[in-house]
T-cell receptor, first 109, second 113 residues
Framework: ELKVEQNPLFLSMQEGKNYTIYCNYS?????LYWYRQDPGKSLESLFV?????AVKQEGRLMASLDTKARLSTLHITAAVHDLSATYFC?????????FGTGTRLQVFP | NAGVTQTPKFRVLKTGQSMTLLCAQD?????MYWYRQDPGMGLRLIHY???????AKGEVPDGYNVSRLKKQNFLLGLESAAPSQTSVYFC????????????FGPGTRLTVL
């Protein structure tokens, strides 16, 4: 059975700090996506990672993909309150995506 | 472009009632998807379609039916609603030219009493 595991599930961090969210998956795939969801809202695409070693950066967020280790990371640099949200990784299995259970991030002053 | 839209936004049903959720996209995407989101469980795929006139089952298809009569629309039906179907339902679409980046609608919050 395909599993997509994120950790941590909950993350409370202080503004200005750095942290990394991990996404492990159990099957072969070289495509992975990161989404953000604000409370009560829909999912917004953040990053599209399409090959081993892919790295994408947007503002204080940087995502990377290691297909050999079946691992993607979402690194947060100098967190700010506006980054508070739930972050999902999703593994591309040809036609469909399999989502992780999400990491709820709360950034406090 | 409106992107992906869903109707209705909220609905309350009684057990045994039926309803249809409508998803529409104006991006000319080939692939469309229906997910449900429950607390602590991420998104689970219900059904999907790879083109007009096609449908396929996802991870949790029981109790739901779908139709894709037009490329831009994907309908999700509940024939006899059950409390276990209380959830937030999201529709998504993708172009699948180079990748399967999916674009999501705003969601429908359904409560079954």
């Amino acid at each position: 059975e395909l599993k997509v595991e994120q950790n941590p599930l909950f993350l409370s961090m202080q503004e200005g700090k750095n942290y990394t969210i991990y996404c492990n998956y159990s099957t072969t795939s070289d495509r992975l996506y990161w989404y953000r969801q604000d409370p009560g809202k829909s999912l917004e695409s953040l990053f599209v990672l399409l090959s081993n070693g892919a790295v994408k950066q947007e503002g204080r967020l940087m995502a990377s993909l290691d297909t050999k280790a079946r691992l993607s990371t979402l690194h947060i640099t100098a967190a700010v309150h506006d980054l508070s949200a739930t972050y999902f990784c999703a593994v591309d299995i040809k036609v469909v995506l399999i989502f992780g259970t999400g990491t709820r991030l709360q950034v406090f002053p | 472009n409106a992107g992906v839209t869903q109707t209705p936004k909220f609905r309350v049903l009684k057990t045994g009632q039926s309803m249809t959720l409508l998803c529409a996209q104006d991006m000319n995407h080939e692939y469309m998807y229906w997910y449900r989101q429950d607390p602590g469980m991420g998104l689970r795929l219900i059904h999907y379609s790879v083109g007009e006139g096609t449908t396929a089952k996802g991870e949790v298809p029981d109790g739901y039916n779908v139709s894709r009569l037009k490329k831009q629309n994907f309908l999700l039906g509940l024939e006899s609603a059950a409390p276990s179907q209380t959830s937030v339902y999201f529709c998504a679409s993708s172009e699948v030219a180079d990748n399967n980046e999916q674009f999501f609608g705003p969601g429908t919050r359904l409560t079954v009493l």
